[in-house]
């Protein structure tokens, strides 16, 4: 190819990985979808494309369709294992951002509902509310009809409506937030940490890659002493990691969260959705294989002075 047509493509990929990110939920599989598309955008007879952004968007939404449906993907997915993979505020994957509707698209909550989806429904729900797409276009996508695509949105928004219930909050905040659950759970106190947790609070875990399932707590006393647990420091958890800790705060896929760091080396995050003022849901995650990308945009870009300095 010449370097106009690379070019076109280039102009696209940050917009194409945003979509296959919010349609797999997970950055690395986005990164494939993009990179097979380019693939047959290289391969195309472009002369018969009128509308490149369109056809890529239509081969990009396609390819991430045949991942979600692989019986390899379902049996992944299937073993209670599954996380959304976390990317740092910032990250060009989480765009676009301009609408309440675009942001939340990206969130940990929302991310895990829409797994639940069937895909083309979840496909719709992504190019509707996230990329402002009509149902004329989704159709030709999706090679549905345009009253399919009407009735997958629906039914879609319906059920994510019916679930999610975290609020939105500013950097500002998300630090104020970060620095009080910090603060309550490495105070050894249970009754600090349960007085900043929701009624109905959960908390989810993939155990550091350790576990065969995630590792789930309900009820703001479970939760308490799990977090207590977590965050305090031991010999074997630095010797697991590799030294002493700081910890941060920062937002990642637009809520408060957690962040661990040994040597300018990500290796945890906790992701705290809030409701009504309270954190509702706390999402722990520190298994290498879901922090590959958000270690490597953290080494990339300045970030704000550690809550704790060594842990």
Not at 2 to 15: C, G, K, L, P
Not at 46 to 71: C, G, M, Q, Y
Not at 185 to 213: F, N, Y
Not at 230 to 250: D, E, M, Q, S, Y
Request: charged content about 25%; aromatic content about 4%; glycine content about 6%.
């Amino acid at each position: 190819m010449d370097s106009a047509t690379v070019a076109r493509f280039e102009a696209s990929r940050d917009r194409l990985a945003s979509l296959a990110y919010r349609l797999l939920g997970s950055a690395a599989d986005a990164e494939d979808a993009v990179q097979d598309a380019f693939l047959r955008w290289q391969a195309a007879d472009r002369d018969h494309i009128d509308v490149p952004e369109a056809w890529l968007t239509k081969v990009v939404t396609n390819l991430s369709l045949d991942r979600l449906r692989s019986a390899k993907t379902r049996r992944e997915r299937a073993v209670g294992t599954w996380l959304p993979e976390p990317l740092l505020d910032g990250d060009p994957m989480l765009g676009p951002a301009d609408t309440a509707e675009q942001r939340e698209s990206v969130t940990l909550a929302v991310l895990t509902l829409m797994e639940r989806l069937p895909p083309v429904e979840r496909a719709v729900y992504v190019l509707r509310e996230a990329f402002s797409y009509t149902h004329a276009e989704i159709a030709e996508i999706l090679d549905i009809t345009e009253s399919a695509s009407q009735q997958h949105a629906h039914r879609a928004r319906r059920h994510v409506a019916a679930e999610r219930h975290t609020t939105e909050v500013d950097r500002a905040t998300a630090r104020r937030i970060v620095e009080a659950f910090i603060a309550a759970a490495s105070s050894g106190q249970t009754e600090r940490l349960v007085a900043l947790l929701t009624a109905d609070a959960t908390a989810i875990s993939d155990g550091a890659g350790l576990a065969e399932k995630l590792l789930r707590y309900s009820g703001p006393e479970r939760v308490a002493i799990a977090m207590r647990a977590g965050f305090k420091p031991t010999p074997a958890k630095r010797k697991l990691v590799g030294g002493n800790l700081a910890i941060h705060a920062g937002l990642v896929n637009g809520c408060p969260a957690v962040i661990a760091v040994v040597d300018d080396r990500v290796v945890g995050v906790g992701v705290l959705e809030v409701r009504d003022g309270k954190v509702a849901t706390m999402r722990g995650m520190a298994s290498p294989t879901r922090l590959g990308r958000v270690a490597e945009q953290w080494r990339r870009h300045e970030h704000d002075a550690p809550l704790v300095d060594s842990w």
